[in-house]
Nanobody, 127 residues
Framework: QLQLVESGGGLVQSGESLRLSCAAS????????IGWFRQAPGKEREGVSC????????RYADSVKGRFTISTDNAKNTVYLQMNSLKPEDTAVYYC????????????????????WGQGTQVTVSS
């Protein structure tokens, strides 16, 4: 069973940083693609960043390019999302998802054929 557990969310001030973790179990990360998504109250879910199974391709939403970085630690079977220069509009629940591949649709990253989602971690950025 493919399972994902997010952690690392919290309350920070504008301009500060956070690193989110997505720990995988039941599968090896180098066989699947992973994406980070977020959803703020009253808004649609947004594909923030995605990484291919081999880690050789990454995608970012235009809203986070230059501020967020996705990476994989295969030894720990964990995907990270380093978030710098956080803004109040980054406030949302952040989820990771595992699937077969990644692509870009309307400037957002998409995970193709999602197998599982994590439970989410709250990120709140105060102004």
């Amino acid at each position: 069973q493919l399972q994902l557990v997010e952690s690392g969310g919290g309350l920070v001030q504008s301009g500060e940083s956070l690193r989110l973790s997505c720990a995988a179990s039941g599968f090896s990360l180098d066989h699947y693609a992973i994406g980070w998504f977020r959803q703020a109250p009253g808004k649609e879910r947004e594909g923030v960043s995605c990484i291919s199974s081999k880690g050789d391709s990454t995608r970012y939403a235009d809203s986070v390019k230059g501020r967020f970085t996705i990476s994989t630690d295969n030894a720990k079977n964990t995907v990270y999302l380093q978030m710098n220069s956080l803004k109040p509009e980054d406030t949302a629940v952040y989820y990771c998802a595992v699937g077969e591949a990644i692509t870009t649709v309307q400037a957002q990253c998409v995970v193709v054929r999602v197998h599982s989602w994590g439970q989410g971690t709250q990120v709140t950025v105060s102004s």
